[in-house]
């Protein structure tokens, strides 16, 4: 046992199990701050939300993105931190929305994006974990993830909590109560997820050395963040696509020997990415799908439908689950990743 590990196996293990009580921690605890700052927000409404945020943050990133345009129209721009860290030149953000996310809130780039937007007139909002981090200090507004200390270097509950604050600010902000009530549910259905039995997906993806995750509207997201816990955590090549980009070249990969592990959204998108994942069958892709619909080869099962988005959270549990038996099965500590920390720092 390594000096990474708990009592009772890998930390990784053990965090990830952690999302249901976080996002009901999280939901006490953003209410005074997420009423504050739609007040903000109505009073001077944004006409674009600039995000900024590296790794899983990043990710996270994608995931507004999708909702705020979705339940607001506003458009969302991911911000390149080295443009202000390492090229000094400011944006242009005067009354705009300038949201960073970050777990640690500790890198530089991200902490000089913040000041350099609060600066030219953004409202600047720090979606954090430690919530006494320059980042959050140089922000107007603070909303705390309310993870707890987070010891795996590979990030779980943090990146679940992130995921279920923008859903939380997307509710409030759109006035929404579907997707309010949802998110109540939300941490049973959590629990639930990381039982589900994706061991189909162990074996087809024990000896891979690369892949593709696919994912449509809210699941992008979470192919993204597939992606990268099993590179970071199984050492495998794996690369996320929307399943429209994918046909736009990166199919020309598709082989027996290039597996696919396929997310599929419950929404309006689901039949489209549905229609791709018939094709690719076609041609005699190796595919892995998470949907729900029993009785065909290849299928990672999900729990019944309840509302899209919170679906796709759920579904990135049992994603965690999956990648913590696959790099068992293939010999990878996964509390000491080959070449990471737990906090970086970049400019």
């Known amino acids: 046992m390594s000096a990474a590990q708990s009592k009772n196996g890998p930390l990784m293990a053990a965090e990830f199990r952690e999302a249901p009580e976080v996002v ?8 005074s701050p997420l009423a504050e700052l739609v007040a903000l927000l109505g009073q001077k409404p944004p006409r674009v939300v600039v995000t900024c945020a590296r790794g899983s943050s990043a990710n996270a990133a994608t995931f507004g993105k ?9 458009p969302v721009a991911d911000a390149a931190p080295s443009i202000m860290s390492v090229y000094r030149k400011g944006l242009r953000l ?15 780039d991200l902490i000089e994006s913040a000041c350099r937007a609060k600066d030219s007139g953004a409202l600047t909002v720090a979606l954090v974990n430690d919530t006494r981090s320059p980042l959050a200090s140089a922000c107007d507004i603070i909303l705390s993830m309310e993870a707890g200390q987070e010891l795996s270097v590979a990030a779980t509950k943090t990146f679940v909590a992130s995921l279920a604050a923008l859903l939380s600010l997307v509710a409030v902000w759109a006035s929404d109560p579907e997707l309010t009530a949802a998110l109540h549910r939300l941490p049973d259905r959590l629990a639930s ?24 509207g809210p699941t992008f997201a979470i192919a993204q963040e597939a992606a990268l816990k099993l590179k970071e955590v199984c050492n495998i090549h794996a690369e996320a696509f ?4 994918f046909q736009h070249g990166p199919i020309a990969l598709v082989s027996s020997g ?11 998108s689901g039949a489209i990415l549905a229609e791709l994942v018939a094709d690719l069958r076609r041609k005699s892709a190796s595919v892995l799908v998470a949907e729900n619909s ?8 999900i729990l019944a ?27 990878v500590d996964i509390d000491q990743p080959r070449h990471l920390r737990k906090i970086t720092r970049t400019r």
């Open 24 to 31: 009901r921690r999280q939901a006490e605890t953003l209410a």
């Open 66 to 74: 999708y909702l705020i345009e979705r339940y607001l129209g506003i």
């Open 94 to 108: 005067d009354g705009q929305l300038f949201l960073a996310i970050s777990q640690s809130g500790r890198s530089e």
């Open 193 to 216: 997820a990381a039982d589900l039995d994706w061991g189909e997906g162990v074996g087809a993806l024990a000896s891979a050395q690369s892949l593709a995750t696919l994912g449509r």
């Open 242 to 245: 929307s399943g429209a980009e």
């Open 258 to 268: 290039y597996p696919l592990l396929v997310l599929m959204p419950a929404d309006a």
């Open 294 to 301: 029993s009785g065909k080869s290849g299928q990672l099962p």
């Open 305 to 331: 439908f309840d509302h899209p988005d919170t679906d796709a959270v759920c579904l990135i549990q049992s994603l965690y689950a999956l990648a913590i038996r696959l790099a068992q099965r293939r010999g």
